[in-house]
């Protein structure tokens, strides 16, 4: 167990909607990632959050949208759903905000299935 | 193409084989860390290896990184079959703020 809570495990929606993503990270760890792992593109890096604040962001749609919440969980919604964006969304913590030393901390991801 | 390549893309090998996975990149790194998937779960970090450092193990796991070649190796010794799964190699280019993965190679050890 990593620590990294995730739900909804699985979701199911249809084109056109939309779905919330929760992420919960490790105790004590700052950093939220959410990463989309689809068989076609592999793991691709979405966004970075630190403390609250968006620290980097990756290859994300605009009708992606992600926040880290006083408590440091995150949410990431995605809109206007289309077939495409079938696939495991994870999130993942570290501790730190940068450095060469981080490593991270995944959860066990939600599966995302649009119809 | 991508910043990490792991080379093969899949690998089968006898129980007590070992098993050798490289990672190739192409920007400067931080650090290049290696991660293990089993299927549809999350992914587990196995090692990490600094930028300045050249070969690293960890139990059964050797690490090694040719900054000159941009690349990586990651040696499983005496392998298990609870060892299958996909290997992924990540690297960090940015200091923590992105963190670059492969497509990953998947192994498979046959008991």
């Known amino acids: 167990d990593s620590g990294v809570t995730q739900t909804p495990k699985h979701l199911i929606t249809a084109t056109g909607q939309r779905v919330t993503l929760r992420c919960s990270p490790r105790?004590?760890?700052?950093?939220v990632y959410w990463y989309q792992q689809s068989l076609d593109q592999g793991l691709q890096f979405l966004i970075q959050?630190?403390?609250?604040?968006?620290?980097a962001k990756g290859n994300i749609l605009e009708r992606f949208s992600a926040q880290q919440f006083p408590d440091l969980h995150s949410e990431l919604n995605l809109s206007s759903l289309e077939l495409g964006d079938s696939a495991l969304y994870f999130c993942?913590?570290?501790?730190?905000?940068?450095?060469?030393?981080?490593?991270?901390?995944f959860g066990e991801g939600s599966r995302l299935t649009v119809l | 193409s991508q910043q990490g390549e792991e080379d093969p893309q899949a690998l089968s090998i006898q129980e007590g084989e070992n098993a050798t996975m490289n990672c190739s990149y192409k920007?400067?790194?931080?650090?290049l860390q290696w991660y293990r998937q089993n299927s549809g779960r999350g992914l587990v970090h196995l090692i990490l290896i600094r930028s300045n450092e050249r070969e690293k193990h960890s139990g059964r796991l050797r690490v090694t990184l040719d900054t000159s070649k941009k690349s990586s190796s990651l040696l499983i010794t005496a392998s298990r079959a609870a060892d299958t799964a996909s290997y992924f190699c990540a690297t960090d280019i940015n200091y923590g703020q992105n963190f670059v993965f492969g497509p990953g190679t998947r192994l498979s050890v046959l008991p």
């Open positions: 993942a913590s570290s501790p730190l905000s940068s450095g060469s030393n981080g490593e991270l901390f």
């Open positions: 105790s004590g760890d700052l950093s």
């Open positions: 920007t400067s790194i931080n650090n």
């Open positions: 959050y630190y403390n609250g604040e968006e620290r």
